[in-house]
């Protein structure tokens, strides 16, 4: 006869077992901000916990995976030691980007940063257009509107050219328009692949919300495009309006970037691609390409950016449309506070994203009280992610000041060192700032409680997002 007590004891005994093994297995290689969250998720609904534990709890791929990422090392090893030149001045920010990311900085680069959307959309066509060997594309949304069907369309003439086209686009950001976009691509013979394909019979994958989330277009492995701006309309999501910066760079660190994308290509695909040897321009302009992500096993972008803010000694400034920090960073910015450095973050007033939003707000009070500069972006989503200390050393790329990027997603920054670069991207910093409303701690502490109460509650699981 089924007795109802038994399977109460039962029950109680697995949320119980469940409790003592996490909490032994959580903290183990677990940031402390993201084990605390698991381990209150755990302490009250241990069984839902342990579920979503298994599906997303591990920011790390499964031995499969790495072994095949193992086999891409010796290409982009090859590549790294085509790149290194002794009589570049090599500072430790360079030296502790080599580490991460692998490649050394380079000189004989020319860059240009583009605001504008279209006209960046144009200079890629432009670029594809003039190709004269191949042309490689990564980006995390492409969608089958009218900017994707642009850049179709110029792939398509590189195509019938002759020129060696291949495209990788990410499941989870392309997924609304993903089966018409592979159409469209194939329909213009272009052989494109979606990347980290969600299924959940491919769970081997240690969770499925991994994510490739670095934005590249690159020709003949001598002139690339690299930023925050996908393969969409600027208006792609209801009532939100995108801004963007992307840098057209020409010289040898396209021949890094193109050895990220065979590392990305090998996985999806295990076709081996050689990357094009260095092409270095007349300029001097020192150039540095770092891709970070679970596959490198060390959280890359979060380590540089702190870095960065530890070696500030005037001026700070942060955009990101995503602000979920770290207490590493948080940390870091708390002290170049005290040390007199002005520090500046430029978020957004627009939101796309709700619970995102209502857990950066969580940390605005302590941003600001530290004495850290709050400045909201007006009437578009500013989605740049780019950073620049002491208007010397700057990053554009694709990756947000958040847990997500520095932990989950596959990112690719591109660092540069003084010269026309530092000072072309300060001057737009000013535009984003002469464009944005200054958060008071004043103003920010008046909202209302019910606000509180949910960036609070967002908060807590803020690690896991």
Same mark, same amino acid.
């Given at each position: ?10 029950? *109680? ?44 709890? /591990?920011?790390? $791929? ?5 072994? /095949? ?22 500072? /430790? ?100 692949? !979606?990347?980290?394909?969600? /299924? $959940? ?9 991994? %994510? ?5 277009? *690159? ?15 600027? =208006? ?31 996985? &999806? ?25 679970? =596959? ?6 979060? %380590? ?15 955009? +990101? ?26 978020? +957004?007033?627009? !939101? ?26 007006? &009437? ?30 596959? &990112? ?13 991207? +300060? ?13 008071? *701690? ?12 949910? &960036? ?10």
């Amino acid at each position: 006869m089924f007795d109802a007590s038994h399977l109460t004891l039962f029950y *109680l005994l697995a949320e119980w077992a469940i409790r003592l093994v996490m909490i032994v297995v959580i903290p183990l290689r677990r940031p402390p901000e993201a084990a605390r969250s698991w381990l209150l998720l755990v302490l009250f609904l241990p069984i839902p916990a342990f579920i979503l534990y298994r599906l997303i709890g /591990r920011a790390s $791929f499964p031995t499969w995976r790495r072994n /095949r990422f193992a086999k891409t090392e010796p290409e982009r090893a090859r590549i790294a030691q085509r790149l290194w030149d002794p009589d570049i001045p090599q500072s /430790r920010l360079s030296l502790l980007a080599e580490a991460l990311g692998g490649f050394p900085a380079s000189a004989g680069h020319r860059i240009e940063l583009l605001t504008d959307y279209e006209t960046s959309i144009r200079a890629m066509v432009k670029a594809i257009d003039g190709a004269e060997t191949r042309v490689h594309i990564l980006t995390y949304i492409f969608a089958d509107d009218a900017t994707g069907q642009t850049i179709t369309d110029a792939l398509s003439r590189a195509k019938r050219r002759g020129i060696e086209v291949r495209v990788l686009f990410d499941a989870l950001g392309s997924r609304p328009w993903a089966e018409k976009t592979k159409a469209m691509l194939a329909l213009a013979g272009i052989e494109a692949r !979606v990347v980290l394909p969600f /299924r $959940f019979a491919a769970l081997r994958r240690a969770r499925g919300d991994l %994510r490739n989330h670095r934005k590249l277009c *690159l020709i003949d492995g001598r002139l690339g495009f690299v930023g925050s701006q996908n393969i969409v309309d600027r =208006d792609f999501r209801p009532g939100v309006v995108n801004d963007e910066l992307v840098a057209r760079v020409e010289g040898p660190c396209i021949a890094a970037l193109d050895a990220v994308f065979a590392s990305d290509w090998y996985l &999806e695909t295990r076709e081996e691609l050689s990357a094009l040897p260095p092409v270095p321009t007349e300029q001097a302009c020192v150039l540095q390409a770092m891709p970070s992500g679970p =596959d490198f096993g060390t959280p890359g972008y979060e %380590r540089l950016l702190v870095e960065m803010v530890h070696s500030a000694e005037q001026r700070v400034t942060i955009v +990101s449309p995503y602000l979920i920090p770290d207490q590493a960073l948080l940390t870091a910015i708390g002290n170049a506070v005290a040390r007199r450095v002005r520090v500046d973050i430029v978020i +957004s007033s627009v !939101v796309d994203q709700r619970l995102v939003s209502l857990a950066q707000r969580s940390y605005y009070d302590e941003l600001l009280a530290s004495g850290v500069r709050l400045h909201q972006y007006r &009437e578009r989503l500013l989605h740049a992610k780019n950073v620049l200390i002491d208007e010397t050393v700057g990053i554009v790329g694709s990756s947000n000041a958040d847990v997500r990027s520095f932990v989950l997603n596959a &990112e690719i920054s591109l660092i540069f060192y003084g010269g026309e670069a530092s000072s072309s991207l +300060s001057a737009i910093h000013e535009a984003y700032l002469a464009s944005s409303d200054v958060l008071t *701690l004043q103003e920010w502490r008046s909202r209302p409680k019910s606000a509180r109460l949910a &960036e609070n509650l967002a908060r807590l699981v803020s690690p896991l997002l």
